[in-house]
């Protein structure tokens, strides 16, 4: 079970993590979007992804946002929060209802309230 997957390849990807663990939420981290589809095909539940815009992507590798879209298109129950440092990768960003953008640097009580709802939002079960 997993109720929030956490796509970060920087440090604060286990902050973010332990965060929502510390609120009650089950939690899986990737550092890498073939993690995170690891992650949403094999752990049941998954059905909000918090991802970084900002990634570095590793050779033919897709980076934070494409991933997202990607994952959002597979699972249509998933719900996404993107994060960035970089203003400019939020402005090329919309929102839309399965979707949600926070700059870092995060305040826990923003991240968890948004969190909170798109998971009010969401269906129960399987993304």
Known sequence: MCDVLVLD????CELIADSLRHEGFEVAAAHTPAEAFDVLRHLPGARVLVTD??????????GGFAMAMEALRL????????????????GGVSSTPRERLLRKSLIPAELIGTVRDLLDETPSGRA
């Open 53 to 62: 815009l900002d990634l570095n992507p590793r050779p033919r590798e897709i």
């Open 9 to 12: 390849d920087s440090p604060s």
């Open 75 to 90: 699972y249509p129950s998933l719900r996404a929060v993107h994060i960035s440092g970089n203003p400019e990768a939020l």
